[in-house]
């Protein structure tokens, strides 16, 4: 079966620190992958997708970046957090076929 | 991606139908209709998606008006468990470009 893993599952972090969350998606090949952040109070908003790998398509210019190193693998990252950055952060994955995306459980960061 | 209105909150019961409205009246020929659920502190859930058709699932029925300019939510026989925020969302079909939520519907159900 397809499952989707995403953590850690909590994070504080402070200010100027680096980042670096993790995807990996089970049971399928080559799916499109996706970064979702929730900020307090706020609806989901796309940062970044790919479809495949190496290749990243960015929704909003922002402080964060997001590589595709292996086929069911996506990395968000930061080189130094603000405090804006705090939020829900979800991965999600769909492919060609499917009904509609499957997301992760989710990753609450704080920036401190 | 064209925009939906959808209210910003709705009470029901638990064990009775809940219709939750979305209003989309930009929509391309090309859009699905797609709806998703978030429970607190979780990652959205998809739930149903159509083009034209009423749809359903095991989860729920689409109401797709004739014009494609709104569509309804059917949960046939609210449970607690449904208590959540909707969303109502417009792409082609997969969205393999991303979805655009909005702020959804936060459904309160009553015991």
Request: glycine share 8%; with cysteine; proline share 5%.
């Amino acid at each position: 079966s397809q499952t989707i893993h995403q953590w850690p599952a909590t994070l504080v972090q402070p200010v100027g620190s680096p980042l670096s969350l993790e995807c990996t998606v089970e049971g399928t090949s080559n799916p499109n992958l996706y970064w979702y952040r929730q900020a307090a109070g706020r609806g989901l908003q796309l940062l970044f997708y790919s479809i495949g790998i190496g290749q990243i398509s960015s929704e909003v210019p922002q402080n964060l970046s997001a590589s595709r190193p292996q086929d069911r693998q996506f990395i968000l990252s930061s080189k130094k957090l603000l405090l804006s950055d705090s939020g829900f952060y979800l991965c999600a994955w769909i492919q060609g076929g499917k009904d509609g995306y499957t997301f992760g459980s989710g990753t609450r960061l704080t920036v401190v | 991606d064209a925009k939906t209105t959808q209210p910003n909150s709705m009470e029901s019961n638990e064990e009775e139908p809940v219709h939750l409205p979305c209003n989309h009246s930009t929509i391309s020929g090309t859009d699905y209709i797609h709806w998703y659920r978030q429970l607190p502190s979780q990652g959205p859930e998809y739930v149903i998606h159509g083009l034209t058709s009423n749809v359903n699932n095991r989860m729920a029925s689409l109401a797709i008006a004739e014009d494609r300019k709104s569509s309804t939510l059917i949960l046939h026989r609210a449970t607690l468990r449904d208590a959540a925020v909707y969303y109502c969302i417009l792409s082609l079909r997969g969205g393999a470009d991303g979805l655009t939520f909005g702020k959804g519907t936060h459904l309160i159900i009553q015991p």
